[in-house]
């Protein structure tokens, strides 16, 4: 069953840390987003294997927005 990473609010990614293919544990971090001056890590909500990457770095992105999958 897949599972949605999903940002938490409106903010910047500064980084992504994972490619489709790549294996992550639960709260291995996903991105590096930037929201009200202050970075923070999106991790993985459980582990898997990244199916899907939405984002790339200097990407605004809104609230709810899903920025990976997992399976």
């Known amino acids: 069953?897949?599972?949605s990473v999903i940002v938490p609010m409106v903010g910047k990614v500064v980084e992504v840390h994972v490619?489709?293919?790549d294996h992550v544990s639960e709260?291995?971090?996903i991105i590096t987003m930037e929201a009200?001056?202050?970075e923070m890590p999106l991790v993985a909500p459980t582990s898997g294997t990244i199916k899907e990457v939405?984002?790339?770095p200097g990407q605004m992105v809104e609230a709810d927005d899903?920025?990976?999958i997992i399976e």
Do not use: L
């Open 54 to 56: 939405r984002v790339s």
């Open 27 to 29: 709260d291995d971090p």
């Open 36 to 38: 009200m001056k202050t």
């Open 19 to 21: 490619k489709p293919g």
């Open 1 to 3: 069953m897949a599972e």
């Open 66 to 68: 899903v920025v990976a």
